[in-house]
């Protein structure tokens, strides 16, 4: 099920991106690149519709996905 991400409070959003950044180890090429400036990224991937928040009821987890690989 995707979550409206305008409907989380900012802070929550924000710990939720950061969470799933640090998890993810996002690679961003040869340039190393802040926690802030990837924050940013997914908060304007999300922004954009390229990403989506999931809710899986299975496994109870809220995760970050590109809009093309979520099947619900």
Do not use: C
């Amino acid at each position: 099920m995707i979550i409206p991400w305008k409907d989380l409070d900012a802070e929550t959003l924000d710990n939720l991106i950061e969470s799933f950044v640090l998890r993810e180890g996002t690679d961003y090429g040869e340039q190393e690149r802040s926690l802030e400036q990837k924050v940013k990224d997914v908060r304007r991937q999300l922004a954009s519709g390229e990403a989506v928040l999931v809710w899986s009821e299975l496994h109870e987890t809220v995760n970050i996905m590109p809009r093309g690989q979520f099947n619900g």
